[in-house]
């Protein structure tokens, strides 16, 4: 498998979005394929099991299920489209990834970060991005971001309180320490134009291992 696979991840409000995008414009620019996406989504199967999974009716939703839906969602957008944009040389660049799963149904819904990493496991097979990108910002101004935003998807995960985005939060950090080698601390608390410099540096750098 010839191309790179970046994935993107950080609490509710992060500004991962507009950030990659802008990003991932100036690698076209310079001749790169890139192929944006997201999870949990990114092809029409995926897409339909995120409705579910962001509806706010859904109240009744058990941690268990939730966990079992993102890694389905997973499981057919790698297989679907992840793999072989990668395997035509591609670079993949994925907003959120595995580690969603870890630190939000893992840790902040306490199912254990064990228990969601081996349901995960049998939907990745062990795959993982070469690179991780962690958007490091506070839960509060993550969460003022998204009552500001008037054009941001406020889905269901949104609405839970600033105690559990706060365990979300909690749950990258042990990320952050447990995978040193694979995920780097992005400042999102900066300015957009800043946030985007950072990033497309440390991805210039990941290109120049593969291409």
Known sequence: MSGLFITIEGPDGA???TVTQRVAER???????????????????????REV???????????RTEALLYAAARRQHLMEKV????????????????????AYQGYARGLGVDEVWSINQFAIE????????????????GLRRI???AIREVNRLDEEG?????????GYQKLLEKFPERIVRI?????????????????????????
């Open 187 to 211: 400042d999102a608390g900066k300015s957009i134009p800043e946030v985007e410099e950072e990033m497309y540096t440390h991805i210039r750098q990941d290109l120049n291992m593969v291409y």
């Open 83 to 102: 793999r072989p944009a990668l395997e035509q040389g591609k670079v993949v660049i994925c907003d959120r990834f595995v580690d969603s799963s870890l």
């Open 27 to 49: 690698l076209l620019n310079e001749g790169f394929e890139v192929v944006m996406t997201r999870e949990p989504g990114g092809i029409p199967i995926a897409e339909q099991i």
């Open 53 to 63: 999974l962001h509806d706010t009716k859904n109240t009744a939703m058990d941690s």
């Open 15 to 17: 500004g991962k979005t």
């Open 126 to 141: 062990g795959f993982l991005p070469v690179r991780t990108y962690f958007f490091d910002i506070t839960p509060e101004e």
């Open 162 to 170: 600033l105690a559990f985005h706060q365990k979300v939060y909690e």
């Open 147 to 149: 009552e500001a935003s």
